[in-house]
């Protein structure tokens, strides 16, 4: 008997601590394409590390700041890893609300980040979110309907161009709408678009002293010409689109033309998930002669906040998520055209990438020329080219997106959105005391 009982008390103590090494990793991501492709291939990372265990929280875009947010700035402590972008890594960072990357393994190549995305990413020189694929944005348009349409693409077209091509696509008695564009509201949604398109037109959010600029003449032409272009050449229901709708309107067939993120061209030429792939092209993201493009510079990345009771296994996952290993892991499961693009350097030198994706080149340009530092026509005292890179930025342009979602689906005008957008702008940066 004591024996048995010896033998028990053994085994008993060797499932304990079993259960006590055990870890699990709570992910919260967006449900963007490449993230889902993650979720799919995570059995390789479990057959490495059984010891950890993954669950996955997989959110809508702007559901998923919301959680996110609300979480990490209360400390909650829900998730051990959080997929957040360029916008909030370095202001979090400065919080205090993320832990470094720092002590990867040692064949990470941190190095090996294209620099953009990296700076992006990092304060002071430390990295606090790994980027898990990196973008900018650009023009994706139908080749056969261009051609049918009598006009030719330019590899960097104007937006009076966009505008005259887009109502020449258009056929709404067959479905078929010459731009796709976002509308949907939310600061990364509608507001992230319309401020990299206002940047091209010469607009900006604020002069040198803060002050709000929506009353400006820029601002009006820009807001003008979207929903003027919308409603002519823009699908129904468009002030509810955002990114993955209008991805699905285009892979079926629906759109002339889609500017939005460079990520999607993987999707869209990907026989298996779109009806035209073979009849894509690529274009810059436009412009109207001021020296400024309407593309941004962003990358969903994985970080760990401060929280975390688990960092050097969340630590252990993000390395497992971003490094070189795992694109020639999907490149192996869906092909090298499928890899999460624009975060790596070595992968633009890499020949069977650069054969199998026709738009890896359109990418890289439009990532490197890029300028978070310098985003606007006229001078202005922040960084950020889709956003403005300080806190309040989130609220204000959430709310300033639900005007200018309104406004497209004819709730309100132009004007009184810009008005409210400018009298919402004044009070918060007058409450945050940027305005004296």
Known sequence: MSLLRTG??????LASTALASAQTVTIATVNNGDMIRMQKLTDDFTAKHPGITLEWVTLEENVLRQRVTTDIATKGGQYDVVTIGTYEAPIWAKQGWLAPLDGMAADYDVDDLLPPIR????????LYAAPFYGESSMVMYRTDLMEKAGLTMPDAPTWAFIAEAARAMTDKDAGIYGVCLRGKAGWGENAAFITATANSFGARWFDMDWKPQFDSPQWRETLDFYITLMNEAGPPGASSNGFNENLALFQTGKC??????????????????????????????????????????????????ASSGDIDAAKTFIGWATDKAYLE????KEGWANVPPGTRTSL???PAYLEAAPFAQMTLDSIMAADPTNPTVEPVPYTGIQFVAIPEFQGMATAIGQQFSAALAGQTTAEQALASAQALATREMTRGGYIK
């Open 329 to 332: 892991l999907v490149a192996s």
């Open 119 to 126: 700076a992006g990413l990092s304060v002071d020189g430390k």
């Open 8 to 13: 028990l008390a053994v085994g008993a103590l």
């Open 256 to 305: 002339g033309m889609w500017i939005d993120a460079t990520v999607a061209a993987s999707f869209v030429t990907n026989p298996a998930e779109s009806t035209v792939a073979d009849k894509v092209g690529f274009a810059l993201a436009p412009d109207t002669g001021l020296g400024k493009r309407a593309n941004w510079l962003w990358a969903w990345s994985l970080a760990i906040p």
């Open 348 to 350: 633009y030198q890499n």
